[in-house]
């Protein structure tokens, strides 16, 4: 997320839904979603966020018109005098800009379903990719067109600050960059113009205040293999793969990263235009978003969830990163859309491997948690986070902000590399290790891929449920009630079409567990994860 967040993450050995929270309480599962405002006036509801400023608003505002149709939308800001901003065609919402009078006349007008504000959004390695078994893949495995497993005929879309395209961890062996296209949406400061521009892959995007952010997530999801001056190496999860960048600048609002999502529903499939070969610009199929808004419940009627449920079903897996709250679990601290129960939309915690390369660390203090006892709110799963060594430029204020400035491969490459933690940092070892299930399986869905990415689920004995409720899986929490938490536990993998067995690089769609009473259970059910004391793991 945008409050420098740093994440780190590796191949297909990450934690399970449970990942990251408190241990859970009593099961008293919590409503998925807060009632929405202004319901009990008669009128169309508003967002908590509108809900809340609404009444104190001076001035103008922009908020996003959600109609039962496009021409509904547009009526009603036509009605009230709205000024229009942008538009949502896919679904069906029309970004516009009004008083307070004209945002409370608008939520009367016909066929408007729910009107929201426009809230401002925060952004959210050398043993990481070890930890997460994504080097070791990328070494010894390969994908379905017989190449290194390293995300190779993948974009990775990074909706962030921006990106450096000739940063030296970017650079391919030919001397071109990895990030194939750049967007630059600009909706500030007055907001009198919403549009993305294309700046060209070579333009830094990443100079505004603020500015760093999206190059160091950037890397941290595909930087290349490179050798610093100082003789260590470092490379992304998803060291082949291509890079699109969105730059939303270093202030964020709903409306500039909402658009950034809309471009990439749009332009997925040829992310450089029509007539450039995949060879050249692969398709892009995961996007990551390490921003958010604040901790909370999910909103479904939000714009951000209509898009990345859209993208799920053009075949793009979103990845969230959840958040640097922290938390006791006393209340829902999560990135919103990450709680979005589709199958193919991730939320990621941070993991700290503290620098083993193994996964026998703990969950980063800062990490948000969830409400304890409510699954839903759980991020699905952790990767490392802390202390994530990637690309930077010393002159940018987060880069300013690492612990371990080092110098690139070059002579005037000073201070070109850096740590820093946060889930911003998590987030993108998901994206890249999605990308490489992508190369792995280029036919695989996005609700494939969220069930092949959880090391040692407890899956049903049947193929997993592409529509089953991910959230209510943890990971082994017991056999029988009374065995909950008990120790040892063991796991035995069960060959099958789809997913990645946690002990081997084999595919498998369930793992037994067996607690120390002899009991087995396939099941992934909350009460029995409600009474474990089985301490969370990321793999």
Aim: charged share 15%; proline share 7%.
């Amino acid at each position: 997320m945008r409050t420098l967040v740093t994440t780190g993450t590796a191949f297909l050995a990450v934690a399970a839904g449970s990942a990251g929270l408190s241990a859970p309480g009593a099961a008293s599962a919590a409503p998925l979603t807060a009632p929405p405002q202004g319901a009990a006036d008669g009128l169309t509801p508003v967002s908590d966020y509108l809900g809340d400023t609404l009444g104190g608003l001076t001035g103008s505002t922009t908020v996003l018109v959600h109609g039962a149709s496009l021409d509904a939308a547009r009526g009603a800001i036509e009605a009230t005098g709205m000024s229009p901003r942008h538009t949502f065609e896919a679904i069906d919402v029309v970004a516009a800009r009004g008083t307070q009078a004209q945002v409370e006349a608008v939520r009367a007008e016909p066929g408007v379903t729910y009107v929201e504000g426009n809230a401002p959004i925060e952004l959210t390695q050398e043993t990481s990719n070890q930890a997460t078994r994504g080097a070791e893949a990328a070494s010894t495995l390969t994908g379905a067109d017989g190449s290194a497993l390293t995300g190779k005929g993948v974009s990775v879309a990074v909706i962030d600050s921006g990106v450096d395209p000739q940063h030296p961890y970017f650079r391919n062996a030919d001397g071109s960059s990895s990030v194939v296209s750049s967007q630059k949406v600009l909706c500030e400061p007055t907001e009198t113009l919403c549009q993305v521009v294309d700046t060209g892959p070579l333009v830094d995007t990443d100079t505004l205040s603020g500015g760093g952010h999206g190059t160091h997530v950037s890397g941290i999801g595909a930087g290349r293999a490179t050798t610093l001056s100082d003789g260590g190496t470092l490379q992304g999860a998803a060291p082949g793969a291509s890079l699109v960048s969105l730059s939303t600048g270093a202030v964020l609002f709903i409306i500039g990263a909402d658009m950034a999502l809309e471009w990439v529903l749009e332009n997925h499939a040829a992310p450089c235009g029509e007539g450039v070969p995949a060879s050249t610009c692969p398709q892009i199929k995961v996007t990551n978003n390490s921003y958010g808004s604040g901790g909370g419940d999910f909103d479904p009627r939000s714009a951000t969830a209509k898009l990345q449920q859209a993208l799920v079903d053009e075949g793009v897996v979103t990845v969230w990163a959840n958040g640097n709250d922290g938390g006791d679990g006393s209340q829902n601290l999560s990135n919103p859309p990450g709680q979005d129960p589709t199958g193919g939309i991730l939320s990621v915690a941070s993991y700290f491997d503290q620098d083993t390369g193994t996964r026998d660390g703990v969950v980063s203090d800062y990490s948000s948690r969830g409400r304890a006892g409510d699954q839903a709110t759980y991020p699905d799963l952790s990767a490392p986070g802390e202390n994530i060594t990637s690309s930077c430029r010393p002159y940018l204020p987060v880069c300013s902000t690492g612990l371990d400035p080092r110098n690139g491969p070059g002579a005037l490459d000073v201070g070109t590399f850096n740590t820093i933690s946060g889930t911003s940092m998590a987030a993108p070892h998901i994206a890249g290790i999605v990308a490489q299930m992508f190369q792995a399986d280029p036919t695989a869905t996005p609700a494939e891929v969220e069930p092949s990415g959880y090391a040692w689920s407890a899956w049903p004995t049947t193929a997993p449920s592409t529509s089953a409720r991910r959230r209510t899986s943890v990971a082994c929490w017991g056999g029988s009630p009374a065995a909950a938490g008990a120790h040892p536990w063991t796991r035995e993998a069960r060959p099958s079409v789809r997913g990645w067995a946690h002990d081997a690089m084999t595919r498998t769609s369930a793992t037994r567990c067996t607690a120390a009473d002899g009991a087995t259970s396939w099941s992934r059910s909350p009460a029995a994860a409600a009474t474990s004391t089985r301490p969370p793991r990321t793999a």
